[in-house]
């Protein structure tokens, strides 16, 4: 491999405590010297050039300049990652030409992209880009973290990768090995069995109910306090309603907090749920009921009557959902319920933003479910009919009368029968109630 850079007089340097974009500036301005590039993307103030030795020094030397911490000469015999390395693609891509790929079974990432092959890639192709391409460690470790890897074991004389997977995913679960495969084997066997162990009598679960202050919200916190649960009760804007339902919780012998976030943001949902974990120590349950509408025929109904009601009751479950899940995977413990409706199966006139936010919200709960399973991840959905609360009590008395004559029952329901539904899929005897499709 090293050959191909034979007659070149080429170097590597460890970057310390500067950002990629300025360090790439230091790399342009030397280019005069040289090839110099960005070789490896390691993790946040780690960063390696290479390239030309010249031009290598100089890029090293304006990066101490722009405030680069250090900058470490490599002890290596060539500049790998780099395109002086392009000889070398070459001569892979030749040897590629006799082998057969078969189709992958699992997912594999490749390090020159960070994520996994294209439908228009192919792994010969893939490999050639690698050699001489820089190695995207950082984004392919957090890849990793999202497809639920919860281990890495590091195999080699060194702990480097080690350093670099903490700093990258700090939540990602690490065994080490030494080197030794069999005690990597052993360790990796021992990490496995410590996450599936069951959990003590004495565990409180914990957890999050968005738009938890008033109506269904409320009777779920208090069904989840109920059974023994710390609440994170979420509001969007009535702070005394959320303290008087964590007030309510609090009554029944648990922890509670009242946590303010606007779901449409995708930061706020991830601050959501990290305040979570960080008031109670984990987050075993999350409850995606934060919703609102804006009922118009949809000849009158404007973009942003639908998207305002789509942002908050199907990607605030979405933001939500991806956020609690990583934690959940790392705990191999987790229930989603989102509360969805009837009109979200059914339709109804003058809910057309309403129903799709709905209907929505039941396609990727069960996505969720088929994703996470094998976590020991549940994800259900309860989609009530007509239920007595603020947001129903604003209808008219004929809306109200035709809505009550549709239900076989002939009677409307109350935010309890919800919360005792959402408290059943929140708890321990839920934990095979998986259904992709209930109707099948």
Same mark, same amino acid.
């Given at each position: 491999?090293?050959?191909?850079?034979?007659?070149?007089?080429?170097?590597?340097?460890?970057?310390?405590?500067?950002?990629?974009?300025?360090?790439?500036?230091?790399?342009?301005?030397?280019?005069?010297?040289?090839?110099?590039?960005?070789?490896?993307?390691?993790?946040?103030?780690?960063?390696?050039?290479g390239?030309?030795?010249?031009?290598?020094?100089?890029?090293?030397?304006?990066?101490?300049?722009?405030?680069?911490?250090?900058?470490?000469?490599?002890?290596?015999s060539?500049?790998?990652?780099?395109?002086?390395?392009?000889?070398?693609?070459?001569?892979?891509?030749?040897?590629?030409?006799?082998?057969?790929?078969?189709?992958?079974?699992?997912?594999?990432?490749f390090?020159?992209?960070?994520?996994?092959?294209?439908?228009?890639?192919?792994?010969?192709?893939?490999?050639?880009?690698?050699?001489?391409?820089?190695?995207?460690?950082?984004?392919?470790?957090?890849r990793?973290?999202?497809?639920?890897?919860?281990?890495?074991?590091?195999?080699?004389p060194?702990?480097?990768?080690?350093?670099?997977?903490?700093?990258?995913?700090?939540?990602?679960?690490?065994?080490?090995?030494?080197?030794?495969?069999?005690?990597?084997?052993?360790?990796?066997?021992?990490?496995?069995?410590?996450?599936?162990?069951?959990?003590?009598?004495?565990?409180?679960?914990?957890?999050?109910?968005?738009?938890?202050?008033?109506?269904?919200?409320?009777?779920?916190?208090?069904?989840?306090?109920?059974?023994?649960?710390n609440?994170a009760?979420?509001?969007?804007?009535?702070?005394?309603?959320?303290?008087?339902?964590?007030?309510?919780?609090?009554?029944?012998?648990?922890?509670?907090?009242?946590?303010?976030?606007?779901v449409?943001s995708?930061?706020?949902?991830?601050?959501?749920?990290?305040?979570t974990?960080?008031?109670?120590?984990?987050?075993?349950?999350?409850?995606?009921?934060?919703?609102?509408t804006?009922?118009?025929?949809?000849l009158?109904?404007t973009?942003?009557?639908?998207?305002?009601?789509?942002?908050?009751?199907?990607?605030?479950?979405?933001?939500?959902?991806?956020?609690?899940?990583?934690?959940?995977?790392?705990?191999?413990?987790?229930?989603?319920?989102?509360?969805?409706?009837?009109?979200? #199966?059914?339709?109804? +006139?003058g809910? $057309?933003?309403? @129903? &799709?936010?709905? !209907? *929505?919200? /039941? =396609?990727?709960?069960?996505?969720?479910?088929?994703?996470?399973?094998?976590?020991?991840?549940?994800?259900?959905?309860?989609?009530?009919?007509?239920?007595?609360?603020?947001?129903?009590?604003? #209808?008219?008395?004929? +809306?109200?009368? $035709?809505?009550? @004559? &549709?239900i076989? !029952? *002939?009677? /409307? =329901?109350?935010?309890?029968?919800?919360?005792?539904?959402?408290?059943?899929?929140?708890?321990e005897?839920?934990?095979?109630?998986?259904?992709?499709?209930?109707?099948?």
């Open positions: 491999m090293a050959a191909a850079a034979a007659g070149r007089t080429c170097g590597m340097t460890a970057v310390l405590g500067l950002d990629e974009a300025p360090l790439q500036a230091c790399c342009n301005a030397a280019a005069d010297e040289g090839v110099v590039q960005i070789c490896n993307y390691n993790c946040p103030g780690q960063l390696v050039i390239g030309d030795k010249a031009a290598v020094d100089k890029a090293a030397e304006l990066a101490l300049a722009a405030g680069a911490r250090r900058c470490l000469p490599l002890n290596v060539g500049p790998f990652h780099t395109s002086l390395m392009h000889p070398a693609g070459n001569a892979l891509r030749e040897k590629c030409k006799a082998v057969r790929f078969a189709p992958m079974q699992f997912p594999v990432l390090n020159c992209l960070g994520h996994e092959m294209e439908e228009t890639d192919t792994i010969a192709a893939l490999l050639e880009k690698q050699v001489q391409s820089g190695v995207r460690w950082e984004v392919t470790v957090r990793l973290a999202e497809l639920g890897v919860d281990a890495a074991i590091e195999i080699g060194g702990r480097a990768l080690t350093g670099f997977v903490k700093k990258d995913c700090g939540q990602c679960y690490l065994v080490l090995s030494g080197g030794n495969c069999r005690a990597a084997a052993t360790a990796a066997a021992h990490h496995e069995r410590s996450l599936t162990m069951p959990q003590t009598e004495n565990l409180r679960r914990a957890a999050l109910v968005t738009g938890g202050a008033k109506g269904i919200g409320r009777a779920i916190c208090r069904a989840l306090a109920e059974n023994g649960m609440i009760v979420n509001y969007a804007g009535s702070a005394a309603a959320a303290e008087e339902t964590a007030a309510a919780c609090r009554a029944l012998g648990v922890q509670a907090v009242t946590l303010q976030a606007d449409r995708p930061e706020a949902c991830q601050k959501l749920v990290e305040d974990v960080a008031a109670f120590g984990r987050i075993d349950v999350l409850v995606n009921n934060a919703g609102i804006a009922d118009k025929l949809l009158r109904m973009e942003a009557d639908f998207d305002n009601v789509l942002a908050t009751n199907l990607k605030g479950a979405f933001f939500c959902t991806k956020a609690a899940c990583r934690f959940m995977m790392h705990q191999r413990y987790g229930r989603i319920i989102s509360v969805s409706s009837v009109v979200g #199966l059914h339709g109804n +006139a809910q $057309a933003n309403y @129903a &799709a936010s709905k !209907a *929505g919200l /039941i =396609g990727l709960t069960k996505s969720a479910a088929k994703e996470y399973a094998a976590r020991n991840i549940t994800a259900n959905v309860v989609a009530p009919g007509f239920i007595a609360t603020d947001m129903t009590a604003v #209808l008219s008395e004929p +809306a109200r009368a $035709a809505a009550e @004559a &549709a076989p !029952a *002939g009677k /409307i =329901g109350h935010a309890e029968d919800v919360a005792a539904a959402v408290a059943f899929l929140a708890g005897q839920a934990g095979y109630d998986y259904r992709a499709d209930p109707l099948r």
